[in-house]
C-alpha cells in the first residue's frame, strides 16, 4: 500500500511539473510574441534585390491562425503583397546600391493578370534606369512568363520549357453526384448568365454561360498577348503558343531548345550558371559557393523603404472573398472593413477615400455593410474612387457603386451585376437509408426550411421572390451610379462577367488606371495637389503573435527543398481543380443566404495559397451533409 501511495505521489508530481513546464513554456512564448517586432533592415551592401517568388501576388495578403501555423496546416505558399513589390521596384530603380533586379520564378504560382501587369510596369521602370533585370525558371507558365517577359535577360534551366496554356479550362459539375445521392438542390436566381448556381443543376455549360465565359476569355487572352508581345517583340510567340508541338519536334523533343529557338528566352542554364551572370554584374556574394551573388533581401528592403501611413486620402481595401462578420485582411468581412472605415472617418482628417476592390463577391448582406459605410464617407462631403483590380464583380461591384470615379485595367474581370440563393435538402439522400419525416404545421412556413424533408412550394416562391426583389435593388444602385435606367442596367446585368475593356464601352467603368491613378483622381476631387497627396491605409494591425510565429516557421522552411522537374511544377500549377472542388462543396452546404458572388472570376483570378484547413473543412462539410 505504502508502495503504491509512493508511486502516485511521483506520477503527481511529474504531472505537476509537466503542467507548470508547459505554462513557463506558453507565457515565455506569449511574451516573446506580443513583445516581438520585425527587426529593422540592415544597412545593405550593393548587390542585386532579389524576388523570389515563392508563391502568389496578392492585393492583401491573408492574416494566417497562429494555431493554424503551429499545427502545419497553414497555407503552402507564401503570399506577397501587391504594393509591397511595387514599393521595392520603384525604389530599386533610383538606388545607387542596387544593380540589377532577380526574379527568382521557379515557386511561382501565380497573381492575376492586371497585378503582374503592374509589376511589368515596374520591371520596365528598372530597365528604363539602365538596370538590368533577370529572370530565371525551370518552367515559365502563363503567368511567370507574363513576368519574365519584361527582362532583360530571361533565362530557362535546359531540363526545362514554357508551357503557355491561355485562358479557359475545365470546370467540375456536380449534378450526375447530387442525383445519385438523392440530394434535391434549391436554386433561386436572377440573370441569365448568373451561372454560379450551374455546377449543381447541370452536367456541363449553359449555352449561355459557355457564350459569355468565351468571350471573357478571348478578351483576357487577346490583352496578355498584347502585353507579352510589346514587353517582348522578338519572341514568336503566335506560332509557338498555336502549335507548340510543331516546336517541340523542330528542337527535338527539347522543350528548353524550343522556347530558346522562338525566341521566348535568352540563355539556357541551370541555376548556378544563372547566379554566376548575375553576379557579373551584382558581384560575388560572401558565402563561398558556386552560383552565389550578393543579393538584397526582399522583405527587408521593402521594410526600410515603406512610406509613413499618415496621408489625407483614405485607402480602403476590400479583397477577398465578401463574407459575414470579422476577419483578418485578406479576407474582406463585412463587419471589420464598415468598422475600420467608420473609425478612420471618426478619427483621422480624411479629405477623400479610395476603395481598392479585389473580390470575386459573395455575401450580399456583407457587400450592403461595406456599401453603406462608404456611403457614410461621401455624407461627410468626402469624393469617392473606386480601383479595381484584378476582379471587382458581383458583391465586388455592389461595393463600388458610390464611387464618383471608377478605374479599372482592361484585364480586370467585373459586372456579373445578379444575385442567387442555394439550398441543398437532404429528403432523397434520407429515402436511399430508409428514413422519412412527417409532422404537424401550422403556418405555411413551419419547420421551413426542412432540409431532412424538403421545402414547400411557398418557400421556394417567397425565397425566389426575395432573390428577385434583391436583383431589382442590385440594378438600382447600379443605375443610381452609371447615371442610366434600371432597364439599360439589366441589358448589360444578368449576371454576365465583362473584361475591363468592355465593360469601360458598356459605362460600368469610368476610365483606365491602377491604383495611383485613383489616389491621384481623389486628391484632384478633393482639391488637393496630387503631387503632395499621400495615402492612409485603412486596414486592420497584423496579429503580432500571428507574425512571430510566421517568421519562425519561415526560417526553419528556409533550407527545406521541393520538386523542380517540369512535370512536378507543372502538376502543382494544376492544383486548382481540387481547390475549387472543396470550394463548391462548401458553397452548396453553406445554405441560403443571399449570394451576389462570381463563379468564373475564380477561374480567371489570381490563386490563392491552399491549406489543410480546407481540407478539414471538405471533411467536415461531407459529413455534415450525411447529419
Same mark, same amino acid.
Given at each position: 500500500?505504502?508502495?503504491?501511495?509512493?508511486?502516485?505521489?511521483?506520477?503527481?508530481?511529474?504531472?505537476?511539473?509537466?503542467?507548470?513546464?508547459?505554462?513557463?513554456?506558453?507565457?515565455?512564448?506569449?511574451?516573446?510574441?506580443?513583445?516581438?517586432?520585425?527587426?529593422?533592415?540592415?544597412?545593405?551592401?550593393?548587390?542585386?534585390?532579389?524576388?523570389?517568388?515563392?508563391?502568389?501576388?496578392? $492585393?492583401?495578403?491573408?492574416?494566417?491562425?497562429?494555431?493554424?501555423?503551429?499545427?502545419? =496546416?497553414?497555407?503552402?505558399?507564401?503570399?506577397?503583397?501587391?504594393?509591397?513589390?511595387?514599393?521595392?521596384?520603384?525604389? @530599386?530603380?533610383?538606388?545607387?546600391?542596387?544593380?540589377?533586379?532577380?526574379?527568382?520564378?521557379?515557386?511561382?504560382?501565380?497573381?492575376?493578370?492586371?497585378?503582374?501587369?503592374?509589376?511589368?510596369?515596374?520591371?520596365?521602370?528598372?530597365?528604363?534606369?539602365?538596370?538590368?533585370?533577370?529572370?530565371?525558371?525551370?518552367?515559365?507558365?502563363?503567368?511567370?512568363?507574363? %513576368?519574365?517577359?519584361?527582362? #532583360?535577360?530571361?533565362?530557362?534551366?535546359?531540363?526545362?520549357?514554357?508551357?503557355?496554356?491561355?485562358?479557359?479550362?475545365?470546370?467540375?459539375?456536380?449534378?450526375?453526384?447530387?442525383?445519385?445521392?438523392?440530394?434535391?438542390?434549391?436554386?433561386?436566381?436572377?440573370?441569365?448568365?448568373?451561372?454560379?448556381?450551374?455546377?449543381?443543376?447541370?452536367?456541363?455549360?449553359?449555352?449561355?454561360?459557355?457564350?459569355?465565359?468565351?468571350?471573357?476569355?478571348?478578351?483576357?487572352?487577346?490583352?496578355?498577348?498584347?502585353?507579352?508581345?510589346?514587353?517582348?517583340?522578338?519572341?514568336?510567340?503566335?506560332?509557338?503558343?498555336?502549335?507548340?508541338?510543331?516546336?517541340?519536334?523542330?528542337?527535338?523533343?527539347?522543350? @528548353?531548345?524550343?522556347?530558346?529557338?522562338?525566341?521566348?528566352?535568352?540563355?539556357?542554364?541551370?541555376?548556378?550558371?544563372?547566379?554566376?551572370?548575375?553576379?557579373?554584374?551584382?558581384?560575388?556574394?560572401? $558565402?563561398?559557393?558556386?552560383?552565389?551573388?550578393?543579393?538584397?533581401? %526582399?522583405?527587408?528592403?521593402?521594410?526600410?523603404?515603406?512610406?509613413?501611413?499618415?496621408?489625407?486620402?483614405?485607402?480602403?481595401?476590400?479583397?477577398?472573398?465578401?463574407?459575414?462578420?470579422?476577419?483578418?485582411?485578406?479576407?474582406?468581412?463585412?463587419?471589420?472593413?464598415?468598422?475600420?472605415? *467608420?473609425?478612420?472617418?471618426?478619427?483621422?482628417?480624411?479629405?477623400?477615400?479610395?476603395?481598392?476592390?479585389?473580390?470575386?463577391?459573395?455575401?450580399?448582406?456583407?457587400?450592403?455593410?461595406?456599401? =453603406?459605410?462608404?456611403? $457614410?464617407?461621401?455624407?461627410?462631403?468626402?469624393?469617392?474612387?473606386?480601383?479595381?483590380?484584378?476582379?471587382?464583380?458581383?458583391?465586388? *461591384?455592389?461595393?463600388?457603386?458610390?464611387?464618383?470615379?471608377?478605374?479599372?485595367?482592361?484585364?480586370?474581370?467585373?459586372? #456579373?451585376?445578379?444575385?442567387?440563393?442555394?439550398?441543398? =435538402?437532404?429528403?432523397?439522400?434520407?429515402?436511399?437509408?430508409?428514413?422519412?419525416?412527417?409532422?404537424?404545421?401550422?403556418?405555411?412556413?413551419?419547420?421551413?426550411?426542412?432540409?431532412?424533408?424538403?421545402?414547400?412550394?411557398?418557400?421556394?416562391?417567397?425565397?425566389?421572390?426575395?432573390?428577385?426583389?434583391? *436583383?431589382?435593388?442590385? %440594378?438600382?444602385?447600379?443605375?443610381? =451610379?452609371?447615371?442610366?435606367?434600371?432597364?439599360?442596367?439589366?441589358?448589360?446585368?444578368?449576371?454576365?462577367?465583362?473584361?475591363?475593356?468592355?465593360?469601360?464601352?458598356?459605362?460600368?467603368?469610368?476610365?483606365?488606371?491602377?491604383?495611383?491613378?485613383?489616389?491621384?483622381?481623389?486628391?484632384?476631387?478633393?482639391?488637393?495637389?496630387?503631387?503632395?497627396?499621400?495615402?492612409?491605409?485603412?486596414?486592420?494591425?497584423?496579429?503580432?503573435? @500571428?507574425?512571430?510565429?510566421? #517568421?519562425?516557421?519561415?526560417?526553419? $522552411?528556409?533550407?527545406?527543398?521541393?520538386?523542380?522537374?517540369? %512535370?512536378?511544377?507543372?502538376?502543382?500549377?494544376?492544383?486548382?481543380? @481540387?481547390?475549387?472542388?472543396?470550394?463548391?462543396?462548401?458553397?452548396?452546404? #453553406?445554405?441560403?443566404?443571399?449570394?451576389?458572388?462570381?463563379?468564373?472570376?475564380?477561374?480567371?483570378?489570381?490563386?490563392?495559397?491552399?491549406?489543410?484547413?480546407?481540407?478539414?473543412?471538405?471533411?467536415?462539410?461531407?459529413?455534415?451533409?450525411?447529419?
Amino acid at each position: 500500500m505504502a508502495f503504491i501511495k509512493g508511486a502516485w505521489r511521483i506520477l503527481v508530481a511529474i504531472k505537476d511539473g509537466l503542467v507548470l513546464l508547459f505554462l513557463l513554456l506558453f507565457f515565455g512564448l506569449l511574451y516573446a510574441a506580443l513583445s516581438w517586432s520585425p527587426k529593422p533592415a540592415k544597412s545593405v551592401a550593393a548587390g542585386a534585390l532579389t524576388l523570389d517568388l515563392d508563391g502568389t501576388i496578392v $492585393e492583401q495578403p491573408v492574416q494566417i491562425d497562429p494555431m493554424a501555423l503551429l499545427s502545419g =496546416s497553414g497555407p503552402q505558399a507564401k503570399e506577397y503583397r501587391l504594393s509591397d513589390i511595387v514599393t521595392a521596384l520603384e525604389a @530599386a530603380k533610383d538606388d545607387g546600391k542596387v544593380k540589377a533586379v532577380v526574379l527568382n520564378l521557379d515557386g511561382f504560382m501565380g497573381g492575376g493578370q492586371v497585378a503582374l501587369e503592374r509589376v511589368g510596369k515596374a520591371l520596365d521602370a528598372v530597365r528604363a534606369a539602365k538596370k538590368p533585370v533577370f529572370a530565371f525558371a525551370t518552367l515559365y507558365s502563363d503567368d511567370s512568363y507574363q %513576368l519574365a517577359a519584361h527582362a #532583360s535577360e530571361t533565362w530557362l534551366d535546359p531540363l526545362g520549357g514554357v508551357a503557355i496554356m491561355g485562358r479557359g479550362g475545365s470546370a467540375l459539375y456536380y449534378k450526375g453526384l447530387i442525383d445519385k445521392l438523392g440530394i434535391n438542390t434549391h436554386v433561386y436566381r436572377v440573370g441569365t448568365y448568373k451561372s454560379f448556381v450551374e455546377p449543381f443543376i447541370r452536367s456541363d455549360q449553359s449555352p449561355e454561360a459557355k457564350q459569355a465565359n468565351q468571350a471573357l476569355a478571348d478578351a483576357l487572352w487577346q490583352d496578355w498577348q498584347e502585353e507579352v508581345a510589346k514587353a517582348r517583340p522578338k519572341a514568336k510567340l503566335a506560332a509557338y503558343v498555336a502549335d507548340p508541338g510543331k516546336a517541340a519536334l523542330g528542337a527535338g523533343g527539347n522543350l @528548353a531548345k524550343a522556347a530558346e529557338s522562338a525566341g521566348l528566352v535568352d540563355r539556357l542554364g541551370d541555376e548556378t550558371a544563372f547566379g554566376r551572370r548575375v553576379a557579373e554584374v551584382a558581384g560575388r556574394s560572401s $558565402e563561398k559557393r558556386a552560383g552565389g551573388f550578393a543579393s538584397i533581401d %526582399l522583405a527587408g528592403y521593402v521594410k526600410a523603404r515603406k512610406p509613413a501611413n499618415d496621408g489625407q486620402i483614405g485607402v480602403l481595401t476590400v479583397a477577398g472573398d465578401i463574407v459575414d462578420g470579422e476577419g483578418g485582411p485578406g479576407a474582406a468581412a463585412g463587419d471589420t472593413i464598415s468598422n475600420l472605415l *467608420y473609425k478612420a472617418l471618426a478619427e483621422k482628417d480624411l479629405k477623400a477615400l479610395v476603395v481598392r476592390v479585389d473580390s470575386p463577391g459573395g455575401s450580399v448582406m456583407a457587400s450592403e455593410k461595406i456599401r =453603406s459605410a462608404i456611403m $457614410e464617407a461621401k455624407s461627410k462631403g468626402l469624393p469617392v474612387v473606386v480601383s479595381m483590380g484584378n476582379v471587382a464583380a458581383s458583391g465586388g *461591384y455592389w461595393v463600388s457603386t458610390p464611387a464618383d470615379m471608377i478605374f479599372a485595367e482592361p484585364g480586370t474581370i467585373t459586372g #456579373s451585376i445578379g444575385v442567387f440563393g442555394i439550398l441543398p =435538402s437532404f429528403e432523397g439522400t434520407l429515402a436511399k437509408m430508409g428514413i422519412t419525416t412527417d409532422g404537424v404545421r401550422t403556418t405555411p412556413l413551419s419547420g421551413q426550411p426542412d432540409l431532412a424533408g424538403g421545402t414547400t412550394p411557398e418557400f421556394d416562391r417567397i425565397m425566389q421572390m426575395s432573390v428577385e426583389n434583391i *436583383y431589382g435593388r442590385f %440594378l438600382g444602385l447600379v443605375a443610381q =451610379s452609371r447615371r442610366k435606367t434600371p432597364g439599360e442596367i439589366d441589358a448589360i446585368a444578368q449576371g454576365r462577367v465583362w473584361d475591363g475593356g468592355t465593360a469601360r464601352q458598356i459605362g460600368l467603368v469610368d476610365r483606365f488606371g491602377g491604383l495611383e491613378d485613383a489616389i491621384a483622381e481623389a486628391a484632384r476631387l478633393a482639391k488637393i495637389d496630387p503631387a503632395s497627396a499621400r495615402p492612409y491605409r485603412i486596414e486592420k494591425e497584423p496579429d503580432k503573435f @500571428a507574425q512571430f510565429i510566421q #517568421s519562425m516557421i519561415e526560417r526553419e $522552411e528556409e533550407d527545406k527543398s521541393s520538386s523542380r522537374d517540369m %512535370l512536378a511544377r507543372q502538376a502543382m500549377l494544376q492544383r486548382r481543380w @481540387a481547390m475549387q472542388a472543396i470550394s463548391d462543396v462548401k458553397a452548396l452546404a #453553406s445554405g441560403a443566404g443571399m449570394k451576389a458572388d462570381c463563379l468564373e472570376c475564380r477561374g480567371f483570378g489570381a490563386p490563392r495559397a491552399g491549406s489543410m484547413e480546407d481540407r478539414r473543412g471538405l471533411f467536415a462539410t461531407l459529413a455534415a451533409l450525411w447529419r
